[in-house]
């Protein structure tokens, strides 16, 4: 099983990026995805969730309006659009595969928002 995360990167305020987080090694359209973030010292938080089908979405408040999840069962790949990035956007994020009990993590992406 492996979930590789890319897209990260260094952008200024304002500005977007589009994680991708490319699965394999379990059926990808049975799974719910997620993508969580993380600062140094504080607890990993969930910033969107897409359905196994694509066809239910919910945000954090925090990025409601400005991040887009999305996939596309056909390349077994789920997409983060991050668009209007602040400064308090800056974490490592991570992407997560869930059916039922099972989880599994990716390593992780920086995102950096700064001038």
């Known amino acids: 099983v492996q979930l590789v995360e890319s897209g990260g990167g260094l952008v200024q305020p304002g500005g977007s990026l589009r994680l991708s987080c490319a699965a394999s090694?379990?059926?990808?359209?049975?799974?719910?995805m997620r993508w969580f973030r993380q600062v140094p010292g504080k607890e990993r938080e969930l910033v969107a969730t897409i359905s196994s089908n694509g066809g239910s979405t919910n945000y954090a408040d925090s990025v409601k309006g400005r991040f887009t999840i999305s996939r596309d069962n056909a390349k077994n790949t789920v997409y983060l659009q991050m668009n209007s990035l602040k400064p308090g956007d800056t974490a490592v994020y991570y992407c997560?595969?869930?059916?039922?009990?099972?989880?599994?993590w990716g390593e992780g992406t920086l995102v950096t928002v700064s001038s």
């Open positions: 090694g379990f059926t990808f359209s049975s799974y719910v």
């Open positions: 997560n595969a869930r059916y039922l009990v099972t989880n599994y």
